[in-house]
């Protein structure tokens, strides 16, 4: 049994709960390269009856008997998306290949991969299915979220600035901030600023940037952390005690 037929027999062995579990994830008919005949039919059967055929129903269709595999649905269905994913890479790869062979300009090479890197999908896909009604979640971070206040070991993500933090309230894990605005306005100041004040709050920090040096960086961040005068610190020109006051701090 190839690995597509394997995945219709498990899919169709399976009960309603497991078979609507699949149907959530949307997978699409068109990765399926060898059974898409049969795979269309059950795809049109469930969005026509609203429910998965039979097992009697296929074999009456294509005169074919699934046996129930040893493998669960979505233990029969992984092989198939490994193939699609895998099938995709090699189009891709073609495709820039043969941009190369033909001569095309690098800068064009590289524009389409990234175009068509950002094409590439992956199919899978992780549904939660929450009854509202009946879950604690809020209030179990609630209670979670008061402990974290309370104790003086804990870290609870703010921000320097006492106006953003009454607009925001609070961060918490999984939770993104974007900062934006025009170039020149000390966005990356501001960034520094916020990261040097969550490492001295104990947090592990990692700061990403594309413009500045590693040099740079380490300027800004030291004169934060020392309190010296950025401007003056750039151009060398430190009053005596202040870069005696840092050497001395330093060490």
Known sequence: MDTELRFIAALLHSNTGVQEAFFARQIPAGIFQHRGQEIAW??????KH????????????????????QDNVSASLQPVLDVAMFDQLCKFQQNIRELIDGGTPMARVVQAYKA?????????????????????????RYQELRRAIKDPNSFVARTPWASLNRMIKMLRSGETFVLASRTSLGKTWQLLNWAHFLAEAGAKVLFITREMTTEAIEDRVEA?????????????????????????ERR
């Open 42 to 47: 059950v795809y049109t059967f469930r969005a």
């Open 50 to 69: 609203g429910r998965y055929p039979s097992i009697f129903a296929y074999a009456a269709k294509f005169g074919e008997k699934l046996k129930r595999p």
């Open 116 to 140: 068509g890197s950002a094409r590439l999908h992956i199919f899978d896909a992780d549904y939660k299915d929450i009854d509202f009604a009946k879950s604690k979640g809020a209030l179990l």
């Open 224 to 248: 934060l952390h020392f309190k010296l005068p950025y401007d003056l610190l750039r151009e060398g020109k430190l009053p005596f005690r202040v870069a005696y006051r840092w050497k001395q």
